[in-house]
């Protein structure tokens, strides 16, 4: 089942031979030399037996700390520098590792060296957005939206894991829909800005740029359960360990624009009071 998030996309590196098993495929292909398994979601893998390292959930967890604390520490340092340097560093930063990524995401990269080459610049654009925005609400703002982010992943997976919310294909077509609307009306705001003072008004602060800010968060909100559930797939299905760097990249991808959407949401409140 596709994710929602660009990061995942239908396929992952298959062992030895370097083509991609998607989701899909027949149970006539194979996947490391191995016979696909006709029901994705039995147990225990097939591929067990040949011989060979596949992704388990340790090398998923593994590769994603990893990754987070090398943007974490890429913030911190960021963060130390004066508040003009910082900023300096943060459209570069970004402009690279959009690059970065839509390399990865198209080309299916599955390599700890784009993983965390991307999660470093990351780390320094995010340390220097969180910068400007302490300076101008203050220290606090980046306290609340840290906790705010860190609350929403762990209630998700909690509900993922519990069954609250079952992804479903139904759920994953909501949901890349609603990105697709979010990106359309981003999109049309910031034309309008060009014409008119504030655009559409989905970012000027008022309040239905916080009804915006609060759907947003739903969206990537909801699309960390099918990131839950892709990693959870590629492991029934027997991908390689190294895939875990791809699957640690597309939740970085979330979690990223999930705390800058509640840093902006938590600004609107505080310039409101």
């Not at 697709?180 to 008119?196: D, P, R, Y």
Request: proline share 5%; hydrophobic share 55%.
């Amino acid at each position: 089942m596709p994710s929602s998030n660009p990061a995942f996309s239908r396929g992952f590196p298959a062992a030895g031979n370097g083509q991609y098993a998607g989701w899909g495929t027949t149970p006539q292909q194979t996947y490391g030399g191995a016979p696909a398994q006709q029901d994705p979601y039995a147990a225990p893998s097939p591929y067990a037996a040949t011989g060979r390292a596949y992704l388990t959930m340790d090398d998923v967890v593994t590769k994603t700390g990893i990754t987070f604390l090398v943007t974490v520490l890429a913030a911190a340092a960021t963060w130390a520098l004066p508040g003009t340097s910082a900023a300096a560093f943060a459209l570069p930063a970004v402009l690279i590792a959009f690059v970065i990524a839509m390399v990865i995401s198209f080309k299916q990269i599955a390599n700890p060296g784009a993983t965390l080459a991307f999660a470093a610049l990351e780390g320094i654009a995010l340390g220097a957005i969180s910068e400007l925005y302490a300076l101008q609400f203050g220290g606090n703002i980046i306290m609340q939206a840290v906790i705010g982010t860190f609350g929403v992943f762990v209630g998700m997976l909690v509900v993922y894991k519990t069954g609250a919310i079952r992804v479903t294909p139904k759920l994953t077509r909501w949901i890349v829909g609603a990105m697709f609307g979010v990106l359309a009306l981003v999109l049309v705001n910031l034309v309008a800005s060009f014409f008119t003072p504030g655009g559409l008004g989905l970012r000027d602060g008022g309040a239905l740029s916080i009804v915006f800010s609060l759907v947003v968060i739903g969206v990537a909100a909801f699309s960390l359960l099918l990131d839950f559930d892709m990693a959870d797939e590629a492991i029934r299905r027997g991908a390689e360990p190294k895939f875990a760097w791809y699957i640690a990249f597309g939740l970085l991808v979330t979690v990223v624009w999930l705390y800058l959407e509640i840093l902006r949401l938590l600004s609107y409140l505080q310039s409101s009071d």
